[in-house]
């Protein structure tokens, strides 16, 4: 069975930066995507950043430019660095690991991210 376990979040003020990272434990094969989602109350789950097994990424319009993703396939690690955060960046982050075929989808337990003066 595979856990994701996060850590990283906390409190910060608008314009600083916060780290994530997930840690995979168990094998999660390969050709897969590793991602960050993060949900806001009262928001539906977004899809924030996404690597797959070869490099590529994906980030959401809002916040390209100030987040980084970066995984180590050898570790199963995958990170997320947030630079000038925003009051509207706070929200629950999600680990997520997926594959298309054949399918696995692992969520991790969530880290509160809070951007507030």
């Known amino acids: 069975q595979v856990q994701l376990v996060e850590s990283g979040g906390g409190l910060v003020q608008p314009g600083g930066s916060l780290r994530l990272s997930c840690a995979a434990s168990g094998s999660i094969g390969s050709a897969n995507f590793m991602a960050w989602h993060r949900q806001a109350p009262g928001k539906q789950r977004e899809l924030v950043a996404r690597m797959s097994s070869s490099g590529s990424t994906n980030y959401a319009d809002s916040v390209k430019g100030r987040f980084t993703i970066a995984r180590d396939n050898a570790k199963n690690t995958v990170s997320l660095q947030m630079n000038s955060l925003k009051p509207e960046d706070t929200a629950v982050y999600y680990c997520?690991?997926?594959?298309?075929?054949?399918?696995?989808?692992?969520w991790g337990q969530g880290t509160q991210v809070t951007v507030s003066s």
């Open positions: 997520n690991v997926y594959r298309i075929f054949p399918p696995v989808n692992y």
